[in-house]
């Protein structure tokens, strides 16, 4: 299975979960919305951010890249891991919603 299935079953097992806790169907159209990188109708951006931990202690960050989905931040993460390599030690990569003020 592709990690975009993988995230595709998370979202769909939450949605599952709330709703057979007898809430309605809001639960999964915020999670659809999330996925497809909208909160509250308004657009947002998925940074693909990568942070490392110096010999000396020194804490530096870089941003990697910008995606419009979650899942295809998610992926780029992978690969990232993949090239620095495991275990994820001294270093972490993350993705970060970006929201932008006053964009809708």
Same mark, same amino acid.
């Given at each position: 299975? +592709?990690?975009?299935?993988?995230?595709? @079953?998370?979202?769909?097992?939450?949605?599952?979960?709330?709703?057979? @806790?007898?809430?309605?169907? !809001?639960? !999964?159209? %915020? =999670? +659809?919305?999330?996925? =497809?990188? !909208? %909160?509250?109708?308004?657009? /947002?951006?998925?940074?693909?951010? *990568? /942070?490392? *931990?110096?010999?000396?202690?020194?804490?530096?960050?870089?941003?990697?890249?910008?995606?419009?989905?979650?899942?295809?931040?998610?992926?780029?993460?992978?690969?990232?891991? !993949?090239?620095?390599?495991?275990? %994820?030690?001294?270093?972490?990569?993350?993705?970060?919603?970006? @929201?932008?003020?006053?964009?809708?």
């Amino acid at each position: 299975m +592709t990690l975009t299935g993988v995230v595709q @079953q998370i979202f769909e097992t939450l949605a599952i979960s709330e709703i057979s @806790q007898g809430q309605s169907n !809001k639960p !999964k159209a %915020i =999670l +659809t919305n999330l996925y =497809l990188g !909208k %909160i509250n109708n308004m657009s /947002v951006t998925y940074i693909l951010i *990568l /942070v490392v *931990l110096a010999g000396n202690g020194e804490v530096v960050t870089s941003k990697i890249a910008d995606f419009n989905r979650m899942d295809q931040c998610f992926e780029a993460r992978e690969k990232v891991i !993949k090239q620095v390599g495991r275990p %994820i030690i001294n270093y972490q990569a993350f993705c970060m919603t970006y @929201q932008p003020s006053g964009v809708s």
